[in-house]
């Protein structure tokens, strides 16, 4: 899984988080997809994160852009800016921090992060697993769940990556960990993905299965313990 996907999409700031929930509202039990989201969206938010309406409604910028920033127009970003660059970078980061834990208490993404080598052997073309190396990918979600818990997918029915249809995409949205006030979790994941193994199973189709004399075996395990002895 993808560690810092809440900062990576600047999550504490209201409008990417108010964007990013609209973008993957097909991911999102509460939200009637035959109504207007965004007001759904925003609703939710003021009613479970209700600091985007006062103290956390400026936008935070990290500290090498409000060193670098340079408008001269009195903009919203200028002004939140200008606030911000007579902070350090450990007081910026502070700031940041306190703001996704705050946004991590009630929402958390679910994102994949498939990284792999590019080799001859493998024939990958770029730095992502080929779609056909795998017939089932497993994502322990953990980093943002209270428990290990695995949810699986037929890598045929994932997106295929813009630039090579027989990559996978190194990110992928499987959808989002909400917590109530009374601290109850609820997993919403899209369609792609299973929490059974053997409803993935069914998907799978015997024309692409992996041949057995072209799996790969991550060693590295058994590697490290030999120079460790």
């Known amino acids: 899984m993808k560690s810092n996907s809440e900062k990576w999409h600047r999550l504490y700031n209201f409008e990417n988080l108010k ?35 006062s103290e956390y ?16 127009r009195e903009t919203e970003k200028a002004r939140a800016v200008a606030a911000l660059r007579g902070y350090t970078r450990d007081e910026i980061n502070g700031l940041i921090e306190e703001r996704l834990n705050y946004v991590m208490s009630r929402v958390k993404v679910l994102e994949t992060h498939f990284v792999s080598g590019t080799s001859g052997a493998s024939e990958r073309t770029q730095a992502t697993p080929r779609k056909d190396e795998f017939n089932i ?19 045929q029915n994932l997106q295929s990556s813009g630039d090579d249809p027989n990559h996978l995409q190194q990110n992928y949205i499987m959808g989002f960990v909400f917590t109530d006030e009374q601290g109850n979790v609820t997993l919403s994941v899209t369609d792609e993905w299973y929490e ?22 991550d060693n590295r395990y058994f590697v490290v313990n030999e120079d460790g002895e």
């Not at 409604?57 to 001269?72: F, G, I, R």
Request: hydrophobic letters at 35%.
């Open 19 to 53: 964007n990013l929930l609209i973008n993957h509202a097909d991911k999102i039990p509460w939200v009637d997809r035959h109504q207007d989201v965004e007001p759904q969206v925003v609703d939710w938010i003021y009613a479970h994160l209700p600091k985007f309406r």
């Open 137 to 155: 990918v497993a994502i322990d979600i953990v980093l943002r769940y209270p428990e290990h818990k695995f949810l699986f997918a037929n890598p």
């Open 196 to 217: 059974e193994f053997r409803d993935v199973l069914d998907t799978l189709d015997p024309e692409d299965s992996v041949k057995e004399e072209e799996m790969q075996v």
């Open 57 to 72: 409604s400026s936008n935070l910028y990290e500290y090498e852009e409000t060193q670098k920033y340079k408008s001269k």
